[in-house]
């Protein structure tokens, strides 16, 4: 009986599978787009991206947010300590480096920012953690790490 009721799932999965129309749409649906690998256009550190971590992310991002006296998730992203504190230095949640400048796919950054973390052995939540990030300040940071990742 068992048996039989396995053979059935099994034969409806390849059903599924073959025909067409079915599997392609389902298949389309869930697959996540390919990473940008150019940037729209060329993004001032300072000018504009520092000030989104300046709005967003220092609240919990600054030394003394958390109680012990840290910064939370041991990242400082006020300006003048943000961005050696992201550029080729290893996230404390994976084994990628927070922006790994030219790579998305390889930024922790972008990661934490689009909610994939998990894919790539992170941990935690979406940031911001608090408040929101409206989707044209995330593509201006991946557009800067796409850039190269530059301090100007
Ligand atoms: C309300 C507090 C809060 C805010 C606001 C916040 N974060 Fe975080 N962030 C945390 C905490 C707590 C952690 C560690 C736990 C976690 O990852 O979920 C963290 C972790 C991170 C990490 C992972 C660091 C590492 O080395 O692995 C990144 C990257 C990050 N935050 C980026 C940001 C950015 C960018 C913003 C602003 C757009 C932001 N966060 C806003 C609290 C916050």
Request: some cysteine.
């Amino acid at each position: 009986m068992r048996l039989r009721l396995f053979v059935g799932l099994v034969a409806m999965g390849l059903a599924a599978v073959a025909t067409p129309g079915l599997s392609g749409c389902s298949r389309e649906a869930s697959a996540t787009p390919p990473a940008r690998r150019t940037p729209s256009r060329a993004v001032s550190f300072q000018n504009e991206v520092q000030p989104i971590f300046s709005k967003r992310c220092i609240a919990c991002h600054s030394p003394g947010a958390f109680e012990d006296g840290t910064a939370m998730g041991g990242l400082v992203l006020a300006s003048g300590r943000s961005h050696a504190q992201l550029v080729g230095y290893k996230s404390l949640e994976s084994k990628l480096p927070r922006v790994a400048p030219g790579d998305l796919e390889q930024s922790y950054l972008h990661h934490k920012l689009r909610g994939t973390f998990m894919k790539v052995g992170g941990i935690g939540v979406k940031m911001p953690l608090a408040g929101e990030i409206p989707e044209d300040e995330i593509l201006l940071i991946e557009d800067w790490i796409l850039g190269g990742a530059k301090i100007d």
